[in-house]
């Protein structure tokens, strides 16, 4: 009741300040236009911002970022609709059925359609927020060291296997990479230094925002610059055909709405995965469902309710582990925690004790968000798609600029930058080999969780480890470990005998 009640106070509060309205109104254009241009993601996004929002308070500075968010993944429909290229990976899905909706000259309408489902699964995101979060804090509020060890390698596990299905051992390596680079620093129980080499610049170990900067960033640049192929290109929105009204198109696709949204929501609630996941699963869902499954593909409006839908969602789910366990459900997400982290707040399963207000705050911020978005997305942003037009020649440098300059700020250490450019290169080698980079962000932000607590635990026990087996949830977890690994290599060995 508390947390609803905050829910409701906060969006009274931001909607009678006009400053506060002010600042999360451009930073959504801001995260739609980053969302519109091909290469940026909500990640880099999130991530630039964060280094400017220094000198804001922690209540603007998050709905700041969660608008870039919200406002990010919902752009990348513009240019998978328009251009058969999605603005970020979450709207890959989109592409499907976004883009031959366009070419039929229905562009118009499945715009205002992606926009409408876009907002329908922040919503569900949202609700999902405020009714979920609290019970998951209260569950988490049990965990002791042992189960938060385990769900560290828990989290980096599923998150390799989900992100690399053709290889899950290339995620895991990319997971445990980030493990073992976590380590980097004086560790924090006995500030013994390791793996610093008497380089005192790593003694603090190794910031988050630069890597991640690095391994999204980097990679999307050269990515970008390398591809240099012009795409068929639907700016012509005189043509609005349409055979149902968007009330009736909302109607129609109710239940695929709702299942869509579940789906959203409990994908972004396991560690790492992320909306395009999200996205795909929802739209796959759909199309088994669907009474007309020959339509996906050529322009069918469920498979695009149910991409955008599920990507939406995926946002609010992606945020409620970052609240309660400290967790993030997304590279996004992770990147949110990382901010949430400078700005004073520390996330987890205190985090409904030391700030009750936070987890309803967020969910008002995120409605708000979400408004925003569908506003703006209704009235400005086929303006925006105009800056389609200007070359990636010339837009890459000026984004890889923004790149230096916000981490250069964070701390005002040239050597962040340099830690950035190195994980930039380590990123784009791992994008051509087929190394997903979610699971090694994720591993890299457990690992000081997945150190501290195991070395507290054997500490708390004098050495033994059976409590980690004894401990109903840490069993659960283990055992869980057990079968996504013996379930991707076990039918991989009978396929090899065959």
């Known amino acids: 009741m508390y947390t609803t009640k905050v829910f409701f106070e906060s969006m009274i509060s931001t909607l009678s300040n006009p400053l506060l309205l002010f600042h999360l109104s451009w930073s959504t254009l801001l995260g739609i236009l980053v969302g519109i241009l091909p290469g940026l993601t909500a990640t880099l996004g999130v991530a630039i911002l964060t280094t400017l929002t220094f000198g804001f308070p922690p209540e603007v500075a998050i709905p700041m970022l969660l608008c870039v968010y919200v406002g990010a993944i919902y752009g990348g429909s513009r240019t998978a609709i328009v251009l058969n290229i999605p603005g970020t990976p979450a709207n890959a899905a989109t592409t499907v059925d976004g883009f031959p909706l366009a070419r039929s000259g229905m562009a118009g309408f499945a715009l205002n359609v992606a926009t409408i489902m876009s907002g329908i699964g922040s919503i569900i995101g949202a609700i999902f927020i405020v009714s979920l979060a609290p019970a998951l804090g209260a569950l988490a509020l049990k965990f002791g060291s042992w189960e938060f060890a385990i769900l560290a390698i828990f989290g980096t596990i599923i998150a390799g296997s989900l992100t690399a299905p053709k290889d899950p051992l ?108 999200a996205a795909w699963v929802a739209y796959d869902a759909a199309k088994r469902m669907s009474k007309e499954p020959e339509m996906f593909g050529k322009g069918s409006i469920e498979g695009l309710t149910a991409a955008e839908t599920a990507n939406n969602a995926c946002v609010g789910g992606a945020i409620i582990p970052v609240l309660t366990l400290a967790v993030p459900g997304s590279a996004p997400a992770a990147v949110l925690l990382a901010a949430m982290w400078i700005h004073g707040i520390k996330a987890g399963p205190l985090l409904p004790i030391q700030h009750p207000e936070m987890i309803g705050y967020v969910a008002g911020s995120f409605v708000i968000a979400t408004i ?114 013996l379930s991707k290599y076990l039918p991989k060995k009978r396929g090899e005998k065959r």
């Open 170 to 277: 290339k995620g895991w390596i990319a997971g445990f990479l980030g493990l073992m680079i976590a380590m980097i620093g004086l560790d924090e129980i006995v500030s013994f230094p390791r793996y610093t080499f008497g380089n005192i610049q790593l003694y603090g170990g190794i910031s988050l925002l630069p890597v991640l900067v690095g391994v999204y960033g980097v990679p999307e640049i050269l990515t970008s610059l390398k591809r240099v192929t012009k795409a068929e290109v639907v700016l012509d929105f005189s043509k609005s055909e349409r055979k149902l009204s968007y009330l009736e198109t909302i109607k129609k696709n109710a239940l695929n709405l709702v299942r869509s949204g579940i789906i959203g929501v409990f994908i972004g609630v396991i560690p790492g995965v992320g909306e395009d996941v």
């Open 372 to 485: 925003l978005m569908v506003v703006f997305g209704l009235l400005v942003t086929r303006l925006f798609l105009k800056i389609l037009l200007v070359p990636t020649e010339i837009l890459m440098p000026i984004i890889f600029v923004l790149c230096v300059v916000g981490t250069y700020v964070l701390n005002g250490r040239l050597f962040d930058v340099w830690v950035m450019l190195l994980f930039g290169l380590l990123g784009y080698f791992m994008r051509i080999n087929d190394f997903p980079a979610a699971p090694f962000v994720l591993g890299f932000i457990l690992g000081p969780m997945a150190d501290t607590n195991i070395r507290r635990a054997l500490m708390l026990k004098n050495g033994d480890i059976s409590p980690f087996f004894t401990r109903p949830i840490s069993l659960v977890l283990i055992v869980a470990i057990v079968l996504i690994v």
